[in-house]
């Protein structure tokens, strides 16, 4: 049995997940042999798509015997009882940061890494509420629901890089959360418009912030740099020396370190893989 096959199998019978076959990448375009395919690697080898999804292991396994190469893809909404918050690269990174910063934090939930260096956070289906599929609920997030799927590690993306969970929310080891109240009014809801994220960041970095903000926020502006591809010791040297001035009262900079390291390494993997390593003591 194929590592594709494993997986697919493994998600159905451990976590009770739906699971359907999708086309893969070979050669570098899509195994559905259209040059145009607007959508490579990521959409279903079954005739009825995302309705045909399975949580029968032999079901699956005889799938996967049949395309063993077939990348995996798992039914959100109801099926498997999570949706997915879709964040697309740094727009969406910028357009997530607002939203906490008006709205309050995520709680710690599985978490993807996506083939294109995206994130899919899962959170699970609230009782007696429907939360479908809405297409750029702000800049770069979309939600994945009812009658939607995403592809699922070890699955390849179309630019050559495996999907995986991230190293430190996996499935089994992190419990999928619930989503917080402030979410599940924003999909119940029209898309916030979230203005220019720059003016954020402008405020931010102009402002300074309190005792109680200032870790989250050297987090943030951390991430927000390395996200533009600044240099990690760039961005160590800028945020401590923001730090020196604008936090009240300055953090110890070891601590500053500390937090621009965890980011850098967590940045740098979504970006480059697991293998890659990063440190601020040049380990």
Same mark, same amino acid.
């Given at each position: 049995?194929?590592?594709?096959?494993?997986?697919?199998?493994?998600?159905?019978?451990?976590?009770?997940?739906?699971?359907?076959?999708?086309?893969?990448?070979?050669?570098?375009?899509?195994?559905?042999?259209?040059?145009?395919?607007?959508?490579?690697?990521?959409?279903?080898?079954?005739?009825?798509?995302?309705?045909?999804?399975?949580?029968?292991?032999?079901?699956?396994?005889?799938?996967?015997?049949?395309?063993?190469?077939?990348?995996?893809?798992?039914?959100?909404?109801?099926?498997?009882?999570?949706?997915?918050?879709?964040?697309?690269?740094?727009?969406?990174?910028?357009?997530?940061?607002?939203?906490?910063?008006?709205?309050?934090?995520?709680?710690?939930?599985?978490?993807?890494?996506?083939?294109?260096?995206?994130?899919?956070?899962?959170?699970?289906?609230?009782?007696?509420?429907?939360?479908?599929?809405?297409?750029?609920?702000?800049?770069?997030?979309?939600?994945?629901? &009812?009658?939607?799927?995403?592809?699922?590690?070890?699955?390849?993306?179309?630019?050559?890089?495996?999907?995986?969970?991230?190293?430190?929310?996996?499935?089994?080891?992190?419990?999928?959360?619930?989503?917080?109240?402030?979410?599940? &009014?924003?999909?119940?809801?029209?898309?916030?418009?979230?203005?220019?994220?720059?003016?954020?960041?402008?405020?931010?970095?102009? &402002?300074?912030?309190?005792?109680?903000?200032?870790?989250?926020?050297?987090?943030?502006?951390?991430?927000?740099?390395?996200?533009?591809?600044?240099?990690?010791?760039?961005?160590?040297?800028?945020?401590?020396?923001?730090?020196?001035?604008?936090?009240?009262?300055?953090?110890?900079?070891?601590?500053?370190?500390?937090?621009?390291?965890?980011?850098?390494?967590? &940045?740098?993997?979504?970006?480059?893989?697991?293998?890659?390593?990063?440190?601020?003591?040049?380990?």
């Amino acid at each position: 049995m194929s590592e594709l096959a494993e997986a697919a199998v493994y998600y159905a019978e451990r976590f009770g997940w739906a699971v359907l076959p999708l086309h893969s990448i070979a050669g570098g375009r899509c195994t559905c042999g259209r040059v145009d395919c607007p959508s490579p690697g990521k959409h279903p080898l079954t005739r009825h798509g995302v309705k045909e999804a399975s949580k029968d292991s032999e079901a699956i396994a005889a799938w996967w015997r049949r395309w063993p190469w077939a990348n995996i893809g798992i039914a959100t909404g109801k099926a498997s009882g999570f949706f997915v918050l879709d964040v697309d690269g740094p727009e969406g990174e910028d357009s997530l940061y607002e939203l906490v910063r008006r709205h309050g934090e995520l709680p710690e939930t599985v978490e993807q890494i996506t083939g294109s260096g995206g994130r899919h956070l899962l959170f699970r289906m609230p009782e007696g509420r429907a939360i479908g599929n809405k297409v750029r609920l702000a800049p770069g997030l979309d939600v994945r629901g &009812e009658g939607g799927y995403i592809v699922a590690a070890p699955s390849i993306h179309a630019g050559g890089r495996r999907y995986e969970w991230e190293f430190s929310s996996r499935p089994g080891e992190v419990q999928i959360a619930e989503a917080p109240g402030w979410l599940l &009014e924003l999909l119940a809801g029209p898309a916030e418009g979230l203005g220019r994220p720059v003016e954020v960041w402008r405020q931010l970095v102009s &402002e300074g912030v309190e005792e109680g903000q200032r870790n989250n926020s050297i987090a943030a502006l951390a991430g927000h740099l390395l996200r533009k591809r600044v240099d990690p010791y760039v961005a160590l040297d800028l945020l401590l020396a923001w730090n020196q001035v604008k936090c009240r009262p300055p953090l110890p900079d070891e601590e500053v370190v500390r937090t621009v390291d965890s980011i850098a390494k967590k &940045e740098l993997e979504r970006r480059l893989g697991k293998w890659w390593r990063w440190s601020t003591s040049g380990a």
